[in-house]
């Protein structure tokens, strides 16, 4: 099994070459040639969850020895998540909660850049690139802080992360701000979260194009979700949650799943099809988006158009209008159609918008449900859910848990329904708070508080007395400062 660009077949690269170059060189996206075969559903529900980590992870990473995949998982995982099960499966009504948020900063994303930072090193070791991977990573909020945490004190990286200084919220920059770690860095950006971003991808460019790290043993390299050692991880809780309801008694192995997910880049939902490809009996996968509904039309009518007004909503992480990996989708779901995908990402460059033929849309229609749901919206969820049900939600998982009602009032042939949650409530407190009781409370911390005493449910320890823990990073620059500062620190010696 090879990986390529999913705009040209021919543009081929081994698995950790993928992992380590993250975006092929016309800027495709990395995907496998065919799915690897993997073992019967059986034997892998015999296995714990790290042993399950590291047989999915060798077979979709192959060129990794699963002896080394293991010590890379146990590396990742081992003492960072709440519960050993790294993601629990919690029952909430007649539905299924997949915790995916018990990581180091409360975030789902933690699931996947608690693992990558060891994939890129192996991966570095296993092509013997000698050369110190510099991340470089601009985070509208979550990201950057489970980006630091991952990468934080692993040998042979070191990581720089600019926010839009005034854009985050006081936790999140509280969480950035004390990240603690011999090679972590994180500096605020005069501008906003796009500034950032921009910012970011030109500092690539240049680098690049005038050779500015030549000769210093540093590569630059993304943390961003179009990684596929971003992506495999993720495919592994599918499994791991179907297994669960198996041994709960709750399904009968074989039986289907559908599975609701709040979604942004795509890359949480995608991951759902491939562990269906790989053979789990997965459903109907349900995408939820908030009023940024760019994908919910795209999967009703098959016309995705990025021109539309962007909101800024409660639920900041799926605030998006192009969601980079539905573009593996379309490479998967056309049976590897490289040209096909290719006209797609032009068209999208050049007008804007591309609408797929008929037969594509219908395979999609097969396979997916999409809604999209307001704030409004998700806040009565959070209320009822709570009040009835006796569940608190973050505001992400609230548009899944809305989108849910709404998919089984429409299927009522539908399977049990697993709904992803992406966040702790604490992680969006204010917002929760005002949901629940319709106090406005401004100030972050005390937000965290008020919730706790209100409902019981305690604070995650990583969130807890944040306020008190000692600032470490004080950088703030212009944006026209972010190269240089970006270069100071790719060659600056650091010391344990
Ligand atoms: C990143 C994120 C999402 C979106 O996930 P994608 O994989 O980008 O679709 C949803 N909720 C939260 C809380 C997130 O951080």
Known sequence: MFYNSTRNVSLVSTPSMAVLKGIADDGGLYIFNAYPTIASLESLMSLDTLELYTE?????????????????VRKAYVGKFETADLTPLVKVGEDYVL??????????????????????????????????????????GDTGKAAMAGFADVDGTRITVFFPKDGVSTVQQAQMLTQEGFNVCVCSVKGNFDDAQTGVKEIFKSVKENALLEGKNIRLSSANSINIGRLAPQVVYYFKSYFDLVKSGDIKLYDKVD??????????????????????PVGTLVCASNENDVLTEFINTGRYDKKRTFFKTASPSMDILVSSNLERLLYLISGNDAEKVASYMAELGEKGEYTVDAS?????????????CSDEDAFKTIKSTYEEKGYLLDTHTAVAMHVCEDYKKNNKDHNTCVVLSTASPYKFAADVLFAITGEKEENGFEALNKLETLTGVPIPKNLKGLDKKPILHNSSIEKEE??????DYST???SK
């Open 56 to 72: 999915i992870l060798s077979a979709l990473i192959c060129d990794i020895p699963k002896e080394k995949m293991g010590e890379l």
């Open 99 to 140: 915790e995916l948020f018990r990581g180091p900063t409360s975030a789902f994303k933690d699931v996947a850049l608690s693992m990558l930072p060891h994939l890129v090193t192996a991966s570095a070791q296993l092509n013997e690139v000698k050369d110190n991977i510099h991340i470089l990573t601009a985070t509208s």
């Open 259 to 280: 599975f609701v997910v709040p979604t942004g880049n795509f890359g949480n939902i995608l991951a759902g099809y491939i562990a269906k490809g790989l053979g789990l």
């Open 360 to 372: 594509t849309l219908q395979k999609i229609k097969k396979e997916f449900y999409a809604c999209a």
């Open 482 to 487: 972010m190269l240089k500062f970006v270069l």
């Open 492 to 494: 600056k010696e650091l």
